[in-house]
């Protein structure tokens, strides 16, 4: 059994980047169960997926402390998701804040950087991932969740190769979409590679 | 028979197009929407679908095609139930020749709703049956059993998922097209003593529904949804659980997976209504102590305590009403795992993360209007015009209730669909000095404020409503609605004109304006509340998050741009709209450039012209 927690701020694609796990899984006959949230919180609010595989899952919710890995689009958020986690589960984290509305109009300070700071110094393994680089190189803002996807895929915990995924974004994605994000895959995957 | 990757909701869809249904109606609501949304997807040419005006005309058009002898299937989330309890109260009593199942999804929490209302209660009040599946797997079966119950006992029927059974995903087996169910209505056989609801007909029918009921708690008993497993080794003391709907989903994941010091049995209770009465005795007699798992009301609760009572056995009953579980909110996997412990005597797991204590505060993020959301524009200006003034803005249900966020603060009520038209009548009856808004979205213009204006209108009231028209039902996901112009079965038709419903109601002064044309749209405002009556400004301009004409447009204009020579850093902007789009960065202010769509609204509010770029 796999759980795999998404988490995020509406509108920032963790619900795809879950599809394609979940497809890829279904592919090699792998159970596969995911609960997300939708409604009223997608308009800016904190989102999440928890994402499981395997046998035995009856509960589309992860228990706290049962977390095998956690890929974190945003990094407070990533730090929100911390509880689901196993002691030495890997975080895959955007080292990008989303600066809530609150926080601009109070003068507020949160800048993601204390937020980032502190996962740096915890023992789970940390990747961490820079969209202004990653857009550079991809010349797309839009595929930060299949690189974030990428760099999961390269930790193995997911249990499924390259080629699974890769399968899954030709056969859930439009065709004109196909090739910016197997590219947006294979630089996630060579990035926790150089991470490691 | 194939697997799918599918949501809860897009099975109980699914499920239903397998059970041959041909007449589907709804309101949209959250979680609720994606069951008509699917069937409109898949369904085959004869199958009809559409979104209703509101949940009271979805359940009076699924009554009729009942009556004919067709499967029909409606549509709603909880308060929507609210709407339709007319038709449905009666129509328990009159009955149904086809299968018509009401699909009534509740929100534990709440997660997008008003209340935390419990649609179990109202299948006890109306009399319908209900069943409550514990997993998207389960839904799929139980709306195909649903339609074969209401058949067979000729009564409409509740299917009552939650959130959780609603948008969780799950790989399923489900059936081909081929193998779907065709049914060939026999037609609407006239019959005024079946038909028509009069006290004589009510009185015997009174009487046969609660004989069928009692037959039913014996049909219930022997169901395959109200199943009891047996965990542990007998020692001592004999517990039991009994859970309902994803409480339990968490409490088998729980039971199985803990070593348990005796005997546990877990009941799943899958009809909390007729209450599977043969199954929940035995289930009693084989325990001393019972815990109930459920959310919302202690439904499954107050049923095993009043057969304990009745039938004097000595169990003792815990859940919400001893506090031994929370009597408001969501489970959660976590919540039921601490009452199990407690409750069998295991002590807690491991204590979370160690290092909780030195953790920096994480942001917090209350939703808001999307950058460039309309909405933004016509709160704005009617809180420009209206500086200094003494007055209510009466909001309502849909995107605009977040225009009550700081900064705009323009959402001084808000209670259920379509309220606000008559509740700023309220206040101007008591306070005739205060200027009196009522804001509503189209969807809900349509849906239930047309009265309120007639009222306000015969009445002789002072008010201004205010339509914030963008061309779709947006919360809930892009729904159309009348004044669209298009239907769920994929046809173009006359959209219904939302000025000319006011202007022969006998609304006199009705204006259509842009709301980022700001200037204009202040003018306005100031003159048309001005005046005496009821009157009536529809702001017009589509949802940003919809594929439109004026989308396109903006995105090829891109987003705006700040000139740095120009800004002041004085953060009117940001102070005055509150646009996700508009940051700080370094202590500057900053377009975040993913989310500007170019409206423009910042540019009207720049005292230095120091933003270019975007519309108008």
Redesign the interface.
Known sequence: MKNIILTGVGGQGTVLASKLIAAAAMAKDIPVTSAETIGMAQRGGSVFSHLRMGEGVHSPMILKGDGDLLIGFEPGESLRMLPYLKPDAPIITSIRPVIPVTAALAGGTYDGKAQLEYLKGLSHPLYTVNPDEAIRELGNPKVMNVVLLGAAVATGLLGLEPEDIKAAIRMRLPEKLHELNLRALDYGIQLAKAEK | MH?E?LMGNEAIGLGALAAGVNVVAGYPG??STEVLETIAKKRKDTTYVEWSVNEKAAMELAAGAAYCGTRALVTMKQVGLNVASDPLMCLEYVGVKGGLVVLVADDPGP??SQTEQDTRHFAAYSKVPCLDPS?PEEAYQMIQDAFFLSEEYHTPVFLRPTT?IC?????LTVKDQEEYLENKPEGFIKDSKRWVIFPKLSFANHQKIVARDETLEEVFSAYQGNDIKTFGEKSGIRLGVAASG?SY??A??TL?KLELPCEVKLFKVSTPYPFPKQKALRFLMDCDQVLCLEELDPVVEDGLIHLAGRYNLSVEILGKHSHATSVAGEN???SI?GWIRTFAGISA??P??P??K?????????????AGCPHRASFYAVKQAMKGKKTIFCGDIG?YT?GN???LDMVDTCLCMGAGVNIAQGVGRVEPDTTCFAFVGDSTFFASAITGVVNAVYNQANMTLIVLDNSTTA?TGHQPHPGTGHTMMGEIVAKVDMEQVLRGIGVTTVETLNPLEHKKAVETVARVAAEPGVKAIIFKYPCIAMPSDKAKELKELGPVRILSDKCIQCKKC??EI???A???KDGKVAI?E?LCTGCGLCKAICPTHAIEGGDL
Do not use: F, N, Q, W
């Open positions: 697997k990757y959250t979680p997660i997008s997993s959780r948008h969780a995903y799950s790989s994803i989903a968490y088998l994941e199985e959660t996997r976590d795992e797991g491991e979370d993360t290092d909780e030195e953790k920096p505060d994480l942001p917090v993020r209350p939703p808001v209007l999307c995107c977040l966020a700081m900064p919360m940001i102070r509150g646009c996700p508009l940051t700080v975040d993913t």
